[in-house]
């Protein structure tokens, strides 16, 4: 008897879905399973648009800068960005930009300084500028990234640095484009500017000592091994073969994990056939499995075609 469950998410932190074989032995003999293959029936590049967004200071101007990590160019992208001081600062055609950003390609979109600001409103703002330390007055900030808040963890002590400046608030972003195929997207994306404040120079750094928590995830141990596989889309139909080496005692069951990795986002439609003894071939069922992989992740890297994968967490 032979099952599949349901394509999941891996327990041993890998980047991509992992399929849950179980095989039982119903027979009298012990029963060696050699090989299996993977039927590769349809396969399409996944396109969708997957902006990303950041931000950084040059010469006390504040830059937004964004990244097309999907596989497919960002149409006809429209971006308009609002936040309470700066959209006091600046016009609304400054804070909106309209263009085109190829796959993997970064653009800054926004270039804010004091120089662009509408001048009566910045004096109008910097009346209500408090007297701030640009420095933590003890302690080492940390970003935890499970509530996305910055903590102190470790203690030193500083010397006061006081500066006159607001702080500020998060970026709102709402954007809109057309992907290769000419499907409208469209999103809203939150920045925080925690370490971000506004002075009579322009945009300054808040805190300058931020150190970050790689985020790491845990779990249990289901099945002794998991085999990878790695699909590329671009390929089309066709199907891939790997040999394994696994004895099933008469009664037993055996059970392992198959990642089904590519080197991009593509939806991927497959069947599985495992090759039992010298002429028993098992089928399963054909589903469908959606991997996310944007551009420039490099998750698919990690990774070897056919290789048994290591299950100690600290190495993943």
Not at 301 to 307: E, F, M, P, S
Request: hydrophobic share 35%.
């Amino acid at each position: 008897m032979f099952s599949i469950d349901n394509v999941q998410e891996s327990p041993y932190n890998y980047k991509f879905p992992t399929i849950d074989c179980k095989f039982q032995n119903t027979g009298n003999a012990t029963a060696f399973l050699w090989q299996f293959a993977v039927n590769v029936i349809q396969a399409e590049i996944d396109f969708t648009p997957i902006p990303d967004f950041s931000y950084s200071l040059k010469n006390n101007a504040l830059e937004i800068e964004v990244t097309n990590n999907g596989w497919g160019a960002m149409r006809d992208f429209q971006i308009t960005i609002n936040q309470p001081i700066i959209n006091r600062l600046f016009s609304e055609s400054v804070r909106q930009y309209r263009g085109t950003i190829d796959s993997g390609k970064s653009q800054t979109v926004f270039r804010l300084s004091k120089e662009n600001a509408e001048t009566k409103n910045f004096e109008a703002i910097s009346k209500e500028f408090d007297r701030l330390d640009i420095l933590p007055p003890e302690g080492t900030l940390i970003f935890d990234p499970k509530t996305g808040e910055l903590t102190i963890s470790q203690f030193h002590k500083f010397e006061k640095k006081l500066i006159d400046g607001i702080k500020l608030k998060p970026l709102r972003i709402n954007w809109n484009c057309k992907d290769k195929n000419n499907i409208k997207h469209a999103g809203e994306n939150t920045i925080r500017l925690d370490d971000i404040i506004l002075t009579q120079a322009g945009f300054n750094r808040f805190y300058s000592t931020i150190e970050r928590i790689p985020n790491r995830c845990f779990g249990s141990f289901f099945s002794d091994v998991t085999y990878s596989t790695i699909i590329d889309p671009n390929k089309g139909y066709h199907k891939r073969i790997y040999p394994i080496s696994r004895t099933i005692p008469s009664g037993d069951v055996e059970r392992f994990h198959i990642m089904v990795c590519s080197p991009m986002s593509c939806y991927l439609r497959l069947q599985f056939e495992f090759f039992v003894d010298q002429l028993k071939v098992v089928k399963s069922e054909v589903f469908d499995i959606n991997i996310w992989n944007p551009r420039n992740s490099g998750w698919h890297k990690a990774y070897k075609d056919g290789v048994e994968l290591s299950r100690q967490l600290d190495k993943l």
